[in-house]
């Protein structure tokens, strides 16, 4: 997966617009698709979990393809931008597969 996120146009906060890669340089980063609405649980409860900080961002409909996502699938980028985790689309173990990916990541 040791690919860097590409460059996409992200809308922060409804309006102001950001590059994803000027969003990928402190803390991890979950861009997940316009219909992933469970990912905003699942990384309240895995950053909780590791004490790390985790941001999130939706995607505007049709920009998964870019991170090679369906539109209920995620993406985390670690914070030198690299691709850690892809799931193609959310499922009932989505919440699993994110902490297993930050153990393998953190290796704790």
Known sequence: MST???HIWIKKFAEKVSSSLDLCNRNFVLFH???GTSWNSVVSSVS???NLKIDVY???AGKESALEIESSGA???RPDG???LRVMKANHNSEHQLLQ???Q???A
């Open 75 to 77: 993406v985390l980028i």
């Open 33 to 35: 698709g316009s219909k």
């Open 101 to 103: 990916g930050l153990k």
């Open 48 to 50: 909780q979990h590791h």
């Open 105 to 107: 990541i953190l290796h």
């Open 82 to 84: 690299y691709v850690a």
């Open 4 to 6: 860097r996120v590409p």
């Open 58 to 60: 939706k995607l505007d």
